[in-house]
């Protein structure tokens, strides 16, 4: 299987996961509620391989160790950045006089917003780089000048840096 089909299939796993758990009542069983739950945390463990991989596959090679610490540092990162904000979010709420159900819904809402609003930006950076920055794979090569949004000088300044 090609990384973009099991990319393009972990996004369809969160997207159906995510967009299940809102739709329960309050009282359904943990059972219910844990099957959208698991889907989701399927399609986050599908992608993380294929994703590095795409993302080192920009590298050279001799840069590929400092490359796949800076992707994980930045995963793990977010991670614990999003959970300390959900759960001050949730802790807000629930001080607020909100139930927890309610609560709960709100903020499943609230992500599913943000994640339709970085999608979009995604889409208008990927456009603005021309298209191939946003094709996995995509090589340095097929990305000229134009294309880039900080231009030809300051790449030359980059790998010089790096060099």
Same mark, same amino acid.
């Given at each position: $299987?090609?990384?973009?089909?099991?990319?393009?299939?972990?996004?369809?796993?969160?997207?159906?996961?995510?967009?299940?758990?809102?739709?329960?009542?309050?009282?359904?069983?943990?059972?219910?509620?844990?099957?959208? $739950?698991?889907?989701?945390?399927?399609?986050?463990?599908?992608?993380?391989?294929?994703?590095?991989?795409?993302?080192?596959?920009?590298?050279?090679?001799?840069?590929? #160790?400092?490359?796949?610490?800076?992707?994980?540092?930045?995963?793990?990162? #977010?991670?614990?950045?999003?959970?300390?904000?959900?759960?001050?979010?949730?802790?807000?709420?629930?001080?607020?006089?909100?139930?927890?159900?309610?609560?709960?819904?709100?903020?499943?809402? #609230?992500? /599913?917003?943000?994640?339709?609003?970085?999608?979009?930006?995604?889409?208008?950076?990927?456009?603005?780089?021309?298209?191939?920055?946003?094709?996995?794979?995509?090589?340095?090569?097929?990305?000229?000048?134009? /294309?880039?949004?900080?231009?030809?000088?300051?790449?030359?300044?980059?790998?010089?840096?790096?060099?």
């Amino acid at each position: $299987m090609s990384a973009k089909v099991l990319i393009l299939v972990s996004l369809g796993c969160l997207v159906v996961g995510d967009l299940g758990l809102p739709l329960f009542p309050a009282h359904a069983a943990v059972a219910v509620v844990a099957l959208p $739950m698991i889907v989701t945390g399927a399609g986050t463990g599908l992608s993380a391989g294929p994703v590095d991989g795409q993302a080192l596959a920009l590298v050279p090679p001799e840069k590929a #160790g400092m490359a796949a610490g800076f992707v994980n540092t930045l995963r793990l990162g #977010g991670e614990a950045v999003a959970g300390a904000v959900y759960g001050s979010l949730l802790t807000t709420l629930l001080g607020g006089g909100h139930t927890y159900n309610s609560a709960f819904h709100g903020l499943l809402w #609230g992500l /599913a917003a943000v994640s339709l609003g970085l999608g979009a930006v995604r889409v208008a950076v990927a456009r603005a780089c021309g298209g191939a920055a946003g094709r996995p794979g995509a090589s340095r090569a097929a990305m000229s000048s134009r /294309a880039r949004p900080f231009g030809r000088k300051r790449d030359e300044a980059r790998r010089r840096r790096w060099s």
